[in-house]
């Protein structure tokens, strides 16, 4: 199965930017999709096709990907950012793969 | 607006089956297919499966082949996933997810508020 790799947790002060990693082989090869799950909530989709921000999402947040990493960015971090985010990929063999997810904190 | 709406939270005894469904709304059920994702207490999200609304195809994590089984009723717009067999470690909170129609591919957007299912002897 194809592995993707995250930080399990990060923390941030309000108005920093928060940089959100997930490792796979040769991910940039790959579409990377990203995910904000709040408790008690549905997992809410972020970004899509690596970079495309969903109608909805603000601009605070972008992303990439390329060689073995993909990024998701969150800039001017606000409480509400509180959440664990999670990538998302699919492996060639068919099944869906999450990262494990990384937990941001707002200080 | 586009909506998937599931069904209540279980309680089941190891060997035994549950039934979640996931009710849609908002856009033409069959141009999109479902996947079901799982979440257990303390671990990250688990694919499981996806389904055509379109044809009924299906694809299944390797995981979960032969003990969960996934149907849809095109005059109700519904989907459901049906897990045999419980275990203890199947305790989770189980998701339905908006995805592509044609292939077990993209993106899942948007996902319903998810139906715990809590294996208990």
């Known amino acids: 199965s194809y592995v993707l790799t995250q930080t399990p947790s990060l923390s941030v002060a309000p108005g920093q930017t928060a940089t959100i990693t997930c490792g796979g082989d040769n991910i940039g090869g790959k579409s990377v999709h990203w995910y904000q799950h709040k408790p008690g909530q549905a997992p809410r989709l972020v970004v899509y096709?690596?970079?495309v921000r969903p109608s909805g999402i603000p601009g605070r947040i972008s992303a990439s990907n390329s060689g073995n990493t993909a990024t998701l960015s969150i800039s001017a971090v606000e409480a509400g950012d509180e959440a664990a985010y999670f990538c998302?990929?699919?492996?060639?063999?068919?099944?869906?793969?999450f990262g494990g997810g990384t937990i941001l904190t707002v200080l | 607006q586009v909506q998937l709406v599931q069904s209540e939270a279980e309680v089941k005894k190891p060997g035994a089956s549950v039934k979640v469904a996931c009710r849609t709304s908002?856009?033409?059920?069959?141009?999109?297919?479902i996947s079901w994702v799982r979440q257990a207490p303390g671990q990250g999200l688990e694919w499981m499966g996806w389904?055509?609304?379109?044809?009924?195809?299906?694809h299944f994590a390797q995981n979960f082949q032969g003990r969960v089984s996934l149907t849809t009723d095109t005059s109700t717009n519904t989907s459901y996933m049906e897990l045999k067999n419980l275990r203890s470690d199947d305790s989770a909170v189980y998701y339905c997810?908006?995805?592509?129609?044609?292939?077990?591919?993209?993106?899942?957007?948007?996902w319903g508020q998810g139906t715990l299912v809590t294996v208990s002897s």
């Open positions: 389904i055509s609304a379109y044809d009924g195809d299906r």
């Open positions: 998302q990929v699919w492996d060639l063999s068919g099944p869906a793969e």
């Open positions: 096709d690596d970079l």
């Open positions: 997810a908006r995805g592509r129609s044609g292939a077990p591919t993209g993106w899942f957007d948007p």
């Open positions: 908002g856009y033409p059920f069959i141009n999109f297919g």
